[in-house]
C-alpha cells in the first residue's frame, strides 16, 4: 500500500508497506496530516495515474487499486486520455474516482479538463471501478468506507484453459443476488502455463 499525491508535481507521501497498522500510522503521520489546499493550484491528476500505474507494473503489484479524491477545479495535464486509460489497464489495476462538487469548477471548454473526464467516466468503468460524485466534503469519509468495504469483500475468480482450445473472446461474470455487483478488470496472462489436471 501507498498513497500519492500529486499538486503540483507527483510525489510518494507514504512508502509501499504490506503491514497495515504500520501503512495506516505512516499515512497518517506523512501523508493526511501534511495535506493542505494551494489556492490557484491545479490538478496533474492524468500525469500522476500514468506515473502510478508504470509503478504498479515496475513493482509487480499484485492486486493494484487507485482510489483518487478529486474536485472539479483547473487540470494541468498534458497526457490523453487514450494514454492514461490504456496505462491503468496495462497495469491491471482498479480505478475509483471521488469527485467532490464542492468548490471552484474549472471550464469544460479546456482539453485539459475534458481529457480528465473522459479519463474518470472511461477509465473507471473500464477498469473495474465506479466513478462517484461527493456534493460535499463531509461525505467524504462515509464514501472511503463504503470504498474500503467493498474493496476488502472482493473475490479473485480465476479462469484458465488447457492449451488445446480456442481461447474464448468474452468472459461474463454475472451475480444471482441482485444485491451483488459484479465487475471485472484486465485480464493478466499468467507468467507460466496453468498446468493441466
Given at each position: ?17 504490506f ?30 495515474l500514468?506515473?502510478?500505474?508504470k509503478g ?9 487499486v487507485?482510489?483518487a479524491?478529486i ?7 498534458n497526457?490523453s486520455?487514450?494514454?492514461?486509460i ?5 497495469s ?8 467532490l ?18 479519463v474518470?467516466d ?9 466513478r ?13 468506507d ?6 476488502l469483500g ?9 492449451d488445446?482450445?480456442?481461447?474464448a ?7 444471482v ?7 471485472g ?13
Amino acid at each position: 500500500m501507498c498513497t500519492t499525491r500529486f499538486p503540483p508535481f507527483s510525489r510518494e507521501n507514504v512508502r509501499r508497506s504490506f503491514e497495515r497498522m504500520a501503512f495506516l500510522s505512516a499515512l497518517k503521520s506523512r501523508g493526511i496530516d501534511r495535506l493542505f489546499a494551494q489556492p490557484g493550484s491545479g490538478m496533474y491528476l492524468l500525469e500522476a495515474l500514468i506515473d502510478t500505474s508504470k509503478g504498479f507494473v515496475k513493482n509487480e503489484t499484485p492486486r493494484p487499486v487507485i482510489v483518487a479524491v478529486i474536485t472539479e477545479g483547473k487540470e494541468f495535464s498534458n497526457a490523453s486520455a487514450e494514454n492514461v486509460i490504456k496505462a491503468i489497464h496495462d497495469s491491471g489495476a482498479q480505478f475509483y474516482a471521488l469527485l467532490l462538487t464542492e468548490g471552484p469548477r474549472a471550464s469544460d471548454q479546456d482539453d485539459e479538463v475534458r481529457q480528465r473526464g473522459i479519463v474518470l467516466d472511461r477509465g473507471t468503468s473500464e477498469n473495474g471501478g465506479t466513478r462517484e460524485i461527493v456534493i460535499s466534503h463531509l461525505g467524504i469519509k462515509d464514501r472511503l468506507d463504503t470504498l474500503a468495504s467493498e474493496l476488502l469483500g472482493q473475490v479473485a475468480v480465476t479462469y484458465a484453459s488447457p492449451d488445446r482450445l480456442v481461447p474464448a473472446e468474452k468472459i461474463t461474470i454475472a451475480a444471482v443476488r441482485d444485491d451483488l455487483t459484479a465487475r471485472g478488470v484486465p485480464v493478466r496472462l499468467a507468467a507460466k502455463p496453468v498446468p493441466e489436471r
